[in-house]
């Protein structure tokens, strides 16, 4: 069964120094992933998916096949990266998200 | 564009009552699902309907929780009987097919049984 694991519930890092949130993730396939994120009063959204490669807000994250892990970096964390992240995974396009159970990310002045 | 809505937001009932989520998904969005967020953990999967269609059910405890989505656009989801467990937040969230790599999330009915 695929299963996401998200080791720190809560990570505090002060303004401007690197931050990385972990996810490791079981599943024997190809899993496609996802990181998700919740700033305070606001909706679930999307923040980046590693199929596209992409940066979102000066972070990334790179699929590690070997070492099972899809952890989410940052250079330079801001303020206003404050929030609730979640690391998920699906197995194939159209089958469902498992969801980690998340890392509150507090980034202090 | 108008994003994803429900109702009510906040409810109190006491167990073995019955309670009932309503979702509206994005315009245009085949494809919409139902997660109970328990505090402390991430969202899990209750039940995913493309269109009127049901995908994948095999996380809904069908003894108590059932959900509908007539004409393939809004949907409700029931509790009927509520237990203590059953205090979460319902979350309701579209995607524009199947296979979009991007859900859409609404803010969620928190709901609490005493």
């Known amino acids: 069964a695929q299963r996401v694991t998200q080791p720190e519930k809560l990570l505090s890092v002060f303004k401007g120094a690197p931050v990385e949130l972990k996810c490791n993730y079981s599943?024997?396939?190809?899993?496609?992933l996802f990181w998700y994120v919740q700033y305070s009063r606001q909706r679930l959204q999307l923040l980046l998916r590693?199929?596209s490669r992409e940066s979102i807000k000066g972070f990334t994250a790179d699929l590690n096949k070997g070492e099972t892990s899809f952890h989410l970096k940052k250079p330079f964390a801001q303020e206003e990266d404050s929030a609730m992240y979640y690391c998920?995974?699906?197995?194939?396009?159209?089958?469902?998200?498992?969801f980690g159970e998340g890392t509150q990310l507090t980034v202090n002045p | 564009e108008a994003g994803v809505a429900q109702s009510p937001r906040y409810k109190i009932i006491e167990k073995r009552q019955s309670v009932a989520f309503w979702c509206n998904p994005i315009?245009?969005?085949?494809?919409l699902y139902w997660y109970q967020q328990i505090l402390g953990q991430g969202p899990k999967l209750l039940i995913q309907?493309?269109?009127?269609?049901?995908?994948?059910d095999s996380q809904l405890p069908k003894d108590r929780f059932s959900a509908e989505r007539l004409k393939g656009v809004d949907s409700t989801l029931k509790i009927q009987p509520a237990k203590l467990e059953d205090s979460a937040v319902y979350l309701c969230?579209?995607?524009?097919?199947?296979?979009?790599?991007?859900?859409?999330f609404g803010p969620g009915t928190r709901l609490l049984v005493l």
């Open positions: 309907f493309q269109n009127n269609g049901v995908v994948d």
């Open positions: 998920a995974l699906r197995y194939t396009s159209g089958s469902r998200l498992t």
């Open positions: 599943y024997s396939g190809s899993p496609e």
């Open positions: 590693h199929i």
């Open positions: 315009s245009g969005h085949a494809t």
């Open positions: 969230a579209s995607s524009l097919a199947a296979g979009g790599e991007t859900q859409y």
